[in-house]
């Protein structure tokens, strides 16, 4: 990303109240964060599954949560051009995203959780965000 890029995204954070500065130090106002990302991620970014393609697994088929479902068949995956595992391609939040969440396990797993947030069923989003309040 390009450091404009980064200055306009503090820029937005700090006037949302997501990103506090306090004495020069930013902090993320982390109950702000999971209640924006539990009740709203759906609606500002919703995610369209596409075709299926190699990726990162995400939502449901992430590591992270795969062990509360079972009998889902296609796994999901952030789009990435030599990731793991084949399945149905999600968009990501962003368009690095998934070459960052490869590089980056704890971000890998958050991206995972916002995505089963994202288009994940009622059960879905209830253990996102369970996992989520015991991260944040």
């Known amino acids: 990303m390009s450091k404009s890029s980064v200055a306009y995204s503090l820029h937005r954070l700090t006037a949302l109240d997501l990103v506090k500065e306090e004495g020069g130090v930013r902090r993320i106002n982390k109950l702000a964060l999971r209640d924006l990302l539990e009740n709203g991620v759906r609606w500002i970014a919703p995610a369209k599954l596409g075709d299926f393609e190699l990726g990162l697994p995400t939502a449901h088929s992430a590591d992270v949560l795969a062990q509360n479902f079972v009998g889902d068949a296609d796994p999901v995956v952030m789009p990435l051009a ?8 999600v968009s990501p939040l962003h368009p690095l995203a998934p070459k960052a969440a490869a590089r980056d396990e704890r971000l890998h797993r958050l991206l995972a959780v916002v995505d089963a947030l994202r288009i994940g069923r009622a059960r879905d989003r209830q253990v996102a965000a369970k996992e989520l309040r015991s991260w944040l």
């Open 82 to 89: 030599h990731g793991p595992v084949r399945g149905r391609a």
